[in-house]
């Protein structure tokens, strides 16, 4: 067995095998692509995500997110030159937009939730200083906009509840405490079943833009607060996923 082969090396995408190993790179205007080889068949490939685009799928993403933040396409354009140095065209952003609108739900409810906030406010962070420093983000526009359905009126004690974590959180609960109930010492063995849906066809897209594991989570976690429709808060900590609070199906809201 070549001494270039790992576990972490993708299979092969013709026959399956999982015995590939790394040969060579592949460039394009802005990023550059590791190859692999199949030792069965011999197919050559690339793995990364975004391997047919121009642009890096993590700045494609990042386009569609700030533009479902409230802004427009022109602003849009301005942020992410002044963040990733890159000039993008308008029509390109419109391709993209386009292209991911079925994963980025939120984009029907986006005119909506500018005329109550703002691009910068729209999003509300808490800082929980714990044994570990978590972040509590609220989508305020997603909130407002369900508690205004009279069918979702039974969902006005969340809006209370979520004021409250920023005024009136037990904090002392959980700085102090040695136990922990992700610690608890369970032997849990639920059924397990392979799902296809809105949720994991997002994660398949998300995921691989992750910068490094330990950021899995909080990359997801942003997309879908920002992006679908139903993901009304998220708490993340820099070292583990806290937690996410989806509230209605999609069907619903």
């Not at 790394?22 to 975004?50: M, S």
């Not at 808060?233 to 937690?243: I, K, M, P």
Request: with cysteine.
């Amino acid at each position: 067995m070549s001494s270039t082969q790992t576990r972490q090396n993708p299979s092969c995408p013709t026959c399956a095998c999982k015995l590939t190993v790394k040969k060579g790179v592949r460039r394009n205007r802005l990023q550059t692509l590791q190859v692999f080889r199949c030792t069965e068949c011999l197919h050559r490939f690339t793995g990364a995500a975004g391997k047919n685009k121009t642009y890096p799928l993590r700045l494609i993403l990042e386009t569609v997110s700030t533009f479902n933040l409230g802004y427009s396409i022109t602003e849009t354009q301005q942020i992410l030159r002044r963040r990733f140095h890159q000039n993008i065209p308008e029509r390109t952003i419109s391709s993209w937009l386009t292209e991911h609108r079925a994963l980025s739900t939120y984009a029907r409810l986006r005119t909506e939730g500018k005329k109550i906030f703002a691009p910068e406010i729209i999003l509300r962070s808490i800082t929980f200083y714990h044994q570990q420093v978590y972040r509590h983000q609220v989508h305020r526009a997603k909130l407002q906009i369900l508690l205004g359905t009279p069918l979702h009126r039974d969902f006005e004690p969340l809006k209370t509840y979520l004021v409250d974590l920023e005024h009136n959180f037990p904090h002392q609960l959980f700085q102090s405490t040695e136990h922990r109930s992700s610690k608890f010492p369970a032997e849990l063995r639920p059924p397990i079943t392979r799902k296809e849906n809105h949720a994991t066809r997002t994660a398949a897209l998300v995921l691989p833009t992750s910068p490094s594991n330990k950021k899995r989570h909080e990359t997801l976690q942003r997309f879908m607060l920002v992006n679908d429709s139903v993901t009304i808060a998220v708490e993340n900590s820099c070292l583990s996923h806290a937690g996410r609070h989806r509230l209605l199906p999609h069907s619903g809201f």
